[in-house]
């Protein structure tokens, strides 16, 4: 599994990926912190990002923080 470090913003005007210069990523959503909503945008932005389905993505770290750590398999 693959281990990335993730930097959301959310609210969004338009959903972008950004690899960071110190190795991680940034990732916009336009979805809101609301009931999981922006987490699962996340995840739907990456499998798409990285080409591989949604069920290869997790959040293992931060499910409630903007920054966060994310398996890839």
Known sequence: M???SVKVKTGAKIEKIEKD???GYN???RE???DGR???AV????????????SAVS??????SKTK????S
Do not use: C, D, M
């Open 2 to 4: 693959k281990k990335i």
């Open 21 to 23: 210069p110190l190795g």
């Open 27 to 29: 990732v916009r959503v």
């Open 32 to 34: 809101r912190p609301t």
């Open 38 to 40: 922006a987490n699962e």
């Open 43 to 54: 995840i739907e932005a990456l499998a798409e990002y990285f080409g591989v389905p949604k």
């Open 59 to 64: 959040i293992i770290s931060g499910h409630a």
């Open 69 to 72: 750590i994310i398996g890839i």
